[in-house]
């Protein structure tokens, strides 16, 4: 990805190569926080260089993005692009330290237990990874945790799982609901799973197997497409 010049650095003076780079590091980090759901991301930046500044481009200042894995070694490369009056390219490391609004643990929950919403809380903490890191409340309650939780302990999207209200082989009622009408007929779960997650099941009259919801420990739901949206033919 190629970021073009940003111009002018806050405080209004002329924006540095390092400012620019800091600038497209802090946009991919604050992009990246709120696409997995953080809550009050903050960024401390450190533009890495080598053993001398960048230098000044009297051209055009591209900054490719090269990893943007690991907050802790983002890689860039600096591209400046001024024909023969001293264009340059070099190689850059930002390392960053991140913070956000982020669920914990107020007491200790044994493992395999359901989490409750008054199990939790937000504090800022430091983050090591944006990908495993919970804000929002509704990705844990319900949940259980694979290893006991202390108190004041960060939740981990990895460590958490839904419990399992189904095993295969389990006897299980198909319940679909239309426009007020509900029909319901048995039928066999094909395979394990959670409240909400979506598993086979065979329909015990037709013997025809479906993709179904679970919705409790002994009922599913047939998962249906959305509906196509009217079209008026005015």
Same mark, same amino acid.
């Given at each position: 990805m190629l970021w073009g010049c940003l111009g002018e650095a806050v405080s209004g003076a002329p924006a540095t190569p390092e400012d620019q780079v800091a600038q497209?590091?802090?946009g991919l980090l604050d992009e990246q926080a709120r696409r997995e759901g953080l809550r009050e991301p903050g960024f401390e930046l450190k533009v890495l260089t080598?053993?001398?500044p960048l230098p000044p481009c009297p051209g055009t200042l591209e900054? /490719?993005?090269?990893?943007?894995?690991?907050p *802790?070694?983002?890689?860039f490369v600096a591209d400046c692009r001024a024909g023969d009056a001293g264009s340059?390219? #070099?190689? #850059?490391?930002?390392r960053a330290v991140v913070s956000a609004e982020v669920l914990v643990s107020t007491t200790e929950v044994p493992a395999g237990r359901p989490l409750? *919403? /008054? /199990?939790?809380?937000?504090e800022r903490r430091p983050v090591a990874s944006l990908q495993d890191t919970l804000s929002d409340p509704e990705d844990a309650v319900g949940r259980t945790s694979r290893r006991p939780l202390k108190a004041g302990q960060p939740l981990s999207r990895r460590a958490l799982v839904v419990p399992q209200l189904l095993r295969r082989g389990d006897k299980v009622q198909i319940v679909a609901r239309h426009a007020g009408i509900e029909v319901s007929v048995a039928g066999e779960a094909l395979e394990a799973g959670g409240r909400g997650e979506v598993v086979r099941v065979r329909n015990a009259k037709t013997g025809r197997v479906i993709q179904a919801r679970i919705t409790?420990?002994?009922t599913v739901e047939p998962d249906l497409p959305p509906a196509m949206p009217a079209h008026s033919t005015d």
């Open positions: 497209v590091a802090r080598g053993t001398r900054i /490719e993005t090269l990893d943007a894995r690991h *802790a070694r983002l890689r340059w390219r #070099v190689a #850059v490391v930002v409750q *919403a /008054e /199990e939790l809380a937000l409790s420990s002994s």
